[in-house]
């Protein structure tokens, strides 16, 4: 069965044993992580989403996509010339398991991508440091 989610702004077109590359995901190689915005499973549509289907995948490594080199030249009298370049960070993903129902029971963590914040449920408590007092210096 296959399966159409939605991630890092793309649309992949899944199935068991698949190898992805994605936008940069908050997870370590090994984790196991759970994509909820499907969009199609086998012939059910979703409207936006298949309501309880899920697509899991565990994470093989974080990598860095080709570099992609831009250069800009401004003709005539400017002379001027400018070289950049740019490696995307991604996640390379192998997909596990697709579910059409259940996905709220399954207990494993939700695919979040790397510069979205974190609830605060699930972020460490941050400690403040104490203030000095005027007496002390």
Excluded at 33 to 47: C, E, K, P, R
Excluded at 75 to 92: A, F, I, V
């Amino acid at each position: 069965m296959f399966a159409v989610l939605k991630t890092g702004g793309k649309q992949y077109k899944v199935q068991a044993g698949d190898v992805l590359r994605v936008e940069k995901l908050n997870a370590a190689a090994g984790d196991t992580v759970q994509f909820n915005d499907v969009l199609m499973v086998g012939s059910t549509l979703g409207a936006p989403l298949v309501a309880g289907a899920c697509v899991q995948a565990t994470v093989i490594e974080q990598i860095k996509a080709d570099k992609v080199i831009t250069y800009v030249k401004r003709r005539r009298k400017h002379s001027s010339q400018r070289t950049r370049g740019h490696r995307q960070q991604l996640t390379l993903l192998r997909v596990t398991d697709v579910l059409d129902k259940g996905a709220d029971k399954t207990g494993v963590k939700t695919a979040v991508g790397a510069r979205t914040k974190v609830e605060a449920a699930d972020a460490p408590a941050k400690t403040k440091k104490p203030a000095k007092d005027a007496a002390e210096a």
